[in-house]
């Protein structure tokens, strides 16, 4: 895959909620041409919910962006909590590359006993983390990968982590998310 066909890409990212309130999460989407913010989507997810998968494949392919995207972009496997992401699911619905960001590498143990002791679900949840593998460390991050190389997940990164490892479309949507939850942005994605 060149690397002007990876220029039109969206970052995911979900608000701040409470975990002991089941409700609803906001998700933003930033939109980005290179380095450009184009636009945003946002919709909502259940806390612990299972209709994330659902949620984003609505999001992206609902949206007058969707013929020009070729990239999306995760900070994490799940939101609101652990409702988590078919990424496989999600990947065969949008038939674009998909990618998740992490600053570190996750605790899986801990999210294994989460999910299965404490969530609806969680067998078959637990089950959809277990299936991508462990994360792989690449330029400053860890990412889990569908549709692309190592090589080409590290030339995206490099060349959207303008102002830290993390590139700017999950940045710009964790931004914009704690806004919309919170009423102000806070703290790193």
Same mark, same amino acid.
């Given at each position: 895959?060149?690397?002007?066909?990876?220029?039109?890409?969206?970052?995911?990212?979900?608000?701040?909620?409470?975990?002991?309130?089941?409700?609803?999460?906001?998700?933003?989407?930033?939109?980005?041409?290179?380095?450009?913010?184009?636009?945003?989507?946002?919709?909502?997810?259940?806390?612990?919910?299972?209709?994330?998968?659902?949620?984003?494949?609505?999001?992206?392919?609902?949206?007058?962006?969707?013929?020009?995207?070729?990239?999306?972009?995760?900070?994490?496997?799940?939101?609101?909590?652990?409702?988590?992401?078919?990424?496989?699911? @999600?990947? !065969? #619905? *949008? +038939?674009?590359?998909?990618? %998740?960001?992490?600053?570190?590498?996750? =605790? /899986?143990?801990?999210?294994?006993?989460?999910?299965?002791?404490?969530?609806?679900?969680?067998?078959?949840?637990?089950? @959809?983390? !277990? #299936? *991508? +593998?462990?994360?792989?460390? %690449?330029?400053?991050?860890?990412?889990? =990968? /569908?549709?692309?190389?190592?090589?080409?997940?590290?030339?995206?990164?490099?060349?959207?982590?303008?102002?830290?490892?993390?590139? !700017?479309? *999950?940045?710009?949507?964790?931004?914009?998310?704690?806004?919309?939850?919170?009423?102000?942005?806070?703290?790193?994605?």
């Amino acid at each position: 895959m060149a690397r002007s066909s990876l220029s039109h890409v969206v970052g995911f990212d979900d608000g701040a909620f409470d975990k002991y309130r089941h409700a609803t999460v906001p998700v933003v989407g930033a939109v980005f041409s290179g380095l450009r913010l184009e636009g945003v989507l946002t919709g909502r997810v259940r806390t612990d919910g299972a209709n994330a998968t659902r949620v984003l494949a609505g999001l992206v392919t609902g949206s007058k962006f969707a013929p020009q995207l070729q990239l999306v972009l995760l900070q994490g496997i799940a939101l609101g909590g652990f409702n988590v992401i078919d990424l496989n699911g @999600l990947h !065969e #619905r *949008l +038939g674009m590359p998909l990618m %998740v960001v992490a600053r570190r590498q996750p =605790r /899986l143990d801990k999210i294994r006993e989460a999910l299965l002791t404490r969530v609806p679900g969680g067998a078959r949840k637990w089950a @959809l983390v !277990e #299936r *991508l +593998g462990p994360m792989e460390p %690449v330029a400053g991050v860890y990412v889990q =990968r /569908l549709g692309l190389e190592l090589g080409q997940a590290e030339e995206v990164i490099r060349r959207l982590a303008v102002h830290s490892n993390i590139p !700017e479309p *999950l940045r710009a949507a964790h931004l914009i998310a704690g806004g919309i939850a919170t009423g102000q942005s806070r703290g790193r994605p």
